[in-house]
């Protein structure tokens, strides 16, 4: 009689203010734009925005691309570094992909390094070297360090996997997010990237893994900037993931799911292309709740009559990048895009 199970299944059944329920495309224009300024409210958006002043500190051929590695400032004192993969023979038609890591050592595993910098030995792990995938067929990759993970951890974190749990804690103690901070982090590499003066405005895309996955998305749904992103281990309800099986600290967002659901902050991104990744065998965001989120997508979609810009790689899988879909799908949407401004011209 003293358990709280009925206590959270009463939470739960509270509707959140701004779940999806627009029938015309003026109340999704309304319920989009009411959504999208209450939710990046939220995240908070740290203070002291400054000029990036990047400044360039290795540059290393690797065949077919060049890797440099940069630094950026964002945030008051904060400085992160960033991974540019740039092909020997880049188009800025081919687009630029923020690519986005989740737990485990940072951007180095995302293309091809080991934790110390040196070329990676071992497999490529649930990331799958997708930063270095994404070059090869094209792209200009930009892949940061999200704060508190490889370089970016505290000094008594050395010889931890992360540095999550005091950041978000401090974070949450001063009325911040962990999420915000990344996802804020993450759009100045969209101010880099257009910065830089090779990229195509209407070309920058995301894409990212587990809570790479969480900044993806969150990322695309407040900045129109993205044209693109690819969701991967992540996509879900709150409800059956984060609320429901041991997650880091660092997903939280008080009053998030006061907010709305999980599919509603995706169905921010619509009429975007947007691409869902989600393995069968996931034990930490279950597949019959990614099912879920993507039904309750397809309307969003399907009222703004872009069934096609939706699409769900549902694959036999773990908690893993796939890539059967998402390595080719960024060049297949820019190119349907120049076909299509080719044929109005």
């Known amino acids: 009689m003293w358990q709280t199970d009925d206590y959270l299944e009463h939470l739960y059944a509270i509707a959140p203010e701004e779940r999806f329920g627009a029938r015309t495309r003026g109340e999704w224009q309304a319920w989009q734009a009411r959504l999208r300024e209450r939710f990046e409210g939220l995240l908070v958006e740290p203070d002291g925005k400054r000029e990036l002043s990047p400044v360039l500190l290795e540059s ?6 060049t890797r440099e590695r940069i630094n950026i400032a964002t945030y008051g004192p904060l400085v992160m570094p960033v991974y540019v993969l740039i092909p020997k023979e880049y188009e800025p038609e081919r687009g630029a992909v923020i690519a986005i890591h989740g737990h485990g050592y940072g951007s180095r595993d995302l293309v091809g390094l080991e934790p110390d910098g040196t070329e990676k030995a071992r497999e490529p792990g649930y990331h799958k070297n997708f930063a270095v995938e994404l070059v090869r067929r094209g792209h200009l990759v930009i892949a940061p360090e999200l704060l508190g993970f490889g370089d970016r951890k505290l000094a008594e974190d050395a010889e931890k996997g992360d540095s999550c749990y ?5 974070l949450l103690a001063m009325g911040q997010t962990m ?3 990344r996802v804020f982090e993450t ?6 990237a257009l ?3 090779d990229v ?3 070309r920058i895309g995301c894409m990212g893994i587990s809570g ?7 990322a695309a749904a407040i900045d129109e900037r993205l044209s693109a992103a690819v969701v991967s281990g992540y996509a879900n309800t709150f409800q059956a993931s984060v609320l429901a099986v041991p997650h880091c600290i660092d997903n939280f967002v008080p009053g998030l799911s006061q907010l709305a659901e999980m599919p509603d902050l995706l169905g921010l991104i619509a009429p975007r292309p947007l691409l869902i990744e989600a393995g069968t065998k996931d034990h930490i965001f279950p597949i019959q709740a990614a099912d879920a ?16 810009n939706l699409v769900y790689d549902r694959f036999e899988g773990k908690h893993e990048i796939s890539g059967k879909v998402a390595f080719d799908w960024f060049g297949s949407i820019w190119q349907t895009r120049k076909a299509d401004d080719d044929g109005r011209a």
């Open 293 to 308: 989120a993507v039904d309750k997508l397809s309307g969003i979609y399907d009222l703004l009559d872009a069934e096609t």
């Open 166 to 170: 005091r950041l978000s804690t401090n």
């Open 187 to 192: 759009l100045r590499c969209v101010d880099y």
């Open 200 to 202: 195509a405005a209407d």
């Open 179 to 181: 999420a915000g901070h």
């Open 195 to 197: 910065a830089r003066g």
């Open 212 to 218: 790479g996955g969480l900044v993806s998305a969150f």
């Open 60 to 65: 290393v051929d690797c065949g077919d691309y």
